[in-house]
């Protein structure tokens, strides 16, 4: 099964990209190749872009706040178990505490490492990173994995708070869904949204690899094409019915 996910508004699709990129550095840094160190490094850069934006962390404790109210309210409610939602509560606390004491943007303390400024700023130029360029990298790469890992890890070290917040808030929203399962006849699906009640994220679990969903959406409807791809890649419509699991959170 392959899962989709789309998001209804800027603030989602921010959260996502970061979550995607924070995915790949948990991937590329416990790998020993030198390569692979190279590609975390310029995670570690795209990161810290996509952070740059000015009110993603204030975005970020307001809607960790939030969360934690709502969650209080549940207090006293028979249905819910205390434990369970003290420990839910405890994981929003330390997230909420950890970005809320981190100085500045994500990653901003980087910004001083005059070395690692030198690199992210010819990273992104094809061949920019060759040794004549940047004899230092260089030698960099040509260290053992573990203190390659290390220098990592502790650039990571500032980006953390802004990756505990991003699982626990995507965490939290992705829960609020119910999947079902949902026909879309000749590999076409579309749903009107009740009036009354917002949805940030639209999730689609597709049975068929081969099948690729072309999603669309807003506050009052959501539609899923499906398409398959042809040989020389592009995509046409798949005309035939299919069946996936649809999941809409708020």
Known sequence: ??????????????????????????????????????????????????????????????????????????????????????EVVGRVDAAFDALNQLPGKAGAALAGNEWLMSIRSRISIPGGTCEFDLPAYYAWQQHPPERRRADLLRWMETLNPLAAALHVLLGLLRDTGVPHRVVAPGGQFQQSLPQGKVYQLLRVRLDDAELIPEISGHRLMVSVRLMKTEPDGRLRPAGSDASFELTLCA
Do not use: C, W
Request: hydrophobic share 45%.
């Open 1 to 86: 099964m392959v899962l989709y996910e789309y998001p209804f508004n800027e603030g989602i699709r921010t959260m996502l990209r970061l979550e995607h990129l924070f995915d790949r550095l948990g991937q590329l840094i416990p790998r020993p190749a030198a390569l692979d160190h190279h590609f975390a490094l310029a995670t570690i850069f795209e990161v810290m872009d996509v952070a740059a934006r000015a009110d993603l962390k204030s975005d970020l404790l307001k809607e960790l706040e939030r969360q934690r109210a709502q969650l209080n309210a549940y207090r006293g409610n028979p249905a819910i178990a205390e434990g369970v939602l003290d």
